[in-house]
C-alpha cells in the first residue's frame, strides 16, 4: 500500500491541547503494552472536516477493557466495562467520555458471502461501519502518531462529498443506516453516492425499515432533530418512502413543511435570545409532524416508536395546552388585555409548548409578546414573600397565593416596582379581599 498520510499537525491544531495530549497517552500506553492503538470513526472524520468533536473512539488490537483502565490510571477518571462486548468508557473528570472498543477478528459474525478471514482486526472493525466517511482510523503510537488508516477511500470521499456505504448488504444488516445517510448528507451537504442511493431503494422494497424496533427509529429520529437540517432531512425521508414505512399516518405534506419552516425560523430566534434553558427538539418537532394527525391516531405512531405512556402522555397533553393557549391568546389579544394576563396564560406551558405555539401561529406580533414574556416576564419574582404577609398577620390558608399573584399581576403591569410598593399592596389586600390594586384606588 501506498505510504499513509500522517495528520499529526492536523491534530495538534485543531484539538484542544488536553485532548491532543491524551491521544499521547493512549499511544504511549499501546506501545508499552505492545498493541496499536486508533482513534476512529466521527472523530477522524470532524477532524478532516475541521469541525472538531470531542467524542474520542479507541480501538485497540489488544484488550480494550485492560486498555481503559490502564489508561484511567495514567490520565484519570473512571471505567465503566462491558465484558459481553469487550468494550469500556472512560468517563473522565471534566465529563469527557472516551469509549474503548477492541479490534478482535473472532468477534464478528458476517454473512458467509462477505470476505473476511484475509483481514487484518482494525480493518475488519472499519468494516462493519456505516459509511465510508466514519470507516478512517488514525494510529496514535509514538512515531506513528497522526498516520491515517484508509481501507475503503475515505478521504476521496470526504473531498468529494460523497455518502457510501461498505458494501452492498449495509442496509440490510442494519436499517438505521438509512436515516444515518440522510442525516450525515444533510449535515455535511453531501450527496448520497449513486450505488448506494440505489441500496437505499432496494432496502425499502424489502420493507426494511419495519424491521427496527420503534426505540431505535427514535433513537435515530431524535438525532436528526439535533440536526441543523431537520425539515431537509425529514423531507428526504419522507422521499425515500421511510416516513410512511414508519407507520403510514407519518407524512410530510405542504402544510406540514410550511409549520416546519416557521419552527426552524423559531427555533433559530430562540437561540440567539441565549437563555439557559434549551427546548426538548424531539418534543418540539414530534408536536409539529403530528400537528395535522387526528388525536386517536398519535397513540398509535407513537407506540411504532417505542415511547413511554409517560412520553406519550406528555405529547398529548401539550397538544392540548397550546391549542387552549393559542386561543386564550387570541382572546387576550383582541381585547388588548393587561400584560399580567398574558403571563398567566402563559405560564403554566413548558417550553416547548411556547416554541411550537410561536411557529403554528405565526402572527406577527405574537413572536412581539412571546419574546418580552420569554425574556421579561417568566423569570419575574417578587421582593416579598408569604413570610411578609404572616407579618401582616395574615391567618394560614389559600388567601396567601391569591394575594401573591395579585401583586405578581401588579408588578407586572408596572404598579408595584420596589418592595415597599408591594408591602403597601400586601397590608391593603391582607385588611380588604376586595382591594383592586394601586392605580386604582389612588385615582
Ligand atoms: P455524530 O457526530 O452524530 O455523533 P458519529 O459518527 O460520532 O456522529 P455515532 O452515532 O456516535 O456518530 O457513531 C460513532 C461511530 O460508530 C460512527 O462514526 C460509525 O463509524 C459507527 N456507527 C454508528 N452507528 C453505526 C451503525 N448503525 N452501523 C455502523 N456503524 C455505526
Known amino acids: 500500500r501506498k505510504k499513509e498520510r500522517s495528520i499529526k499537525n492536523m491534530l495538534k491544531d485543531r484539538l484542544p491541547e488536553d485532548l491532543f495530549h491524551i491521544l499521547q497517552e493512549a499511544g504511549e500506553l499501546g506501545r508499552s503494552l505492545g498493541t496499536q492503538v486508533y482513534a476512529v470513526g466521527g472523530f477522524v472524520r470532524d477532524i478532516l472536516m475541521n469541525t472538531p468533536n470531542t467524542d474520542l473512539d479507541l480501538v ?14 495514567v490520565i484519570g477518571g473512571r471505567v465503566r466495562a462491558h465484558h459481553k462486548f469487550q468494550t469500556a468508557v472512560l468517563i473522565l473528570e471534566n465529563g469527557l467520555h472516551i ?3 477492541t479490534a478482535r477478528l473472532e468477534y464478528y459474525e458476517y454473512p458467509a458471502a462477505l470476505p473476511t478471514v484475509e483481514l487484518s482486526s482494525i480493518k475488519m472493525d472499519l468494516y462493519r461501519r456505516d459509511f465510508t466517511i466514519n470507516a478512517l482510523a488514525v494510529k496514535l503510537n509514538p512515531g506513528q502518531l497522526g498516520q491515517l488508516v484508509d ?5 476521496k470521499d470526504l473531498k468529494s462529498g460523497v455518502i457510501r456505504v461498505l458494501h452492498s448488504l449495509s442496509f440490510v444488516e442494519d436499517p438505521t443506516r438509512i436515516l444515518r445517510a440522510i442525516r450525515f448528507a444533510q449535515r455535511y451537504q453531501f450527496r448520497i453516492g449513486g450505488q448506494t442511493d440505489r441500496l437505499i431503494r432496494n432496502a425499502m422494497q424489502l420493507d426494511m425499515i419495519s424491521k427496527l424496533s420503534g426505540s431505535r427509529i427514535f433513537h435515530e429520529l431524535s438525532s436528526i432533530f439535533e440536526e441543523e437540517h431537520v425539515l431537509d432531512c425529514l423531507r428526504s425521508l419522507r422521499d425515500y418512502k421511510v416516513l410512511e414505512s414508519i407507520h403510514p399516518l407519518l407524512t410530510l405534506t405542504p402544510v406540514q413543511e410550511e409549520l416546519l419552516e416557521e419552527l426552524e425560523v423559531v427555533l433559530d430566534w430562540y437561540k440567539l435570545l441565549y437563555l439557559k434553558e434549551e427546548p426538548r427538539r424531539a418534543i418540539v418537532y414530534l408536536l409539529a409532524l403530528l400537528n395535522g394527525v387526528a388525536e386517536n391516531k398519535i397513540l398509535p405512531i407513537c407506540e411504532r416508536l417505542n415511547l413511554t405512556n409517560r412520553q406519550a402522555n406528555e405529547l398529548l397533553t401539550l397538544r392540548h395546552h397550546t391549542n387552549k393557549t393559542i386561543y386564550s391568546f387570541k382572546k387576550w389579544r383582541n381585547r388588548r388585555g393587561p400584560l399580567s394576563d398574558l403571563y398567566f396564560l402563559l405560564e403554566e406551558l413548558p417550553l416547548e409548548g411556547l416554541l411550537f405555539f410561536m411557529a403554528k401561529f405565526n402572527k406577527e406580533d405574537t413572536r412581539k409578546y412571546l419574546s418580552q414574556y420569554l425574556t421579561q416576564l417568566r ?3 417578587l421582593d416579598i414573600s408569604g413570610t411578609d404577609l404572616q407579618h401582616l398577620g395574615l ?3 389559600p388567601r396567601y397565593g391569591e394575594i401573591l399573584r395579585k401583586i405578581l399581576a401588579s408588578v407586572i403591569d408596572g404598579e408595584a416596582a420596589c418592595r415597599d410598593d408591594q408591602l403597601f399592596l400586601a397590608k391593603k389586600l391582607v385588611t380588604d ?3 383592586m390594586g394601586i392605580e386604582k384606588n389612588m385615582q
Do not use: C, H, N, Y
Not at 60 to 73: C, H, M
Open 433 to 435: 379581599p376586595d382591594f
Open 99 to 101: 469509549d474503548v472498543a
Open 151 to 155: 481501507f475503503f477511500g475515505s478521504q
Open 395 to 397: 391567618e394560614p390558608g
Open 379 to 381: 423569570g419575574i419574582e
Open 60 to 73: 485497540v488490537e489488544g484488550d480494550g477493557i485492560v486498555f481503559a483502565r490502564k489508561l484511567a490510571t
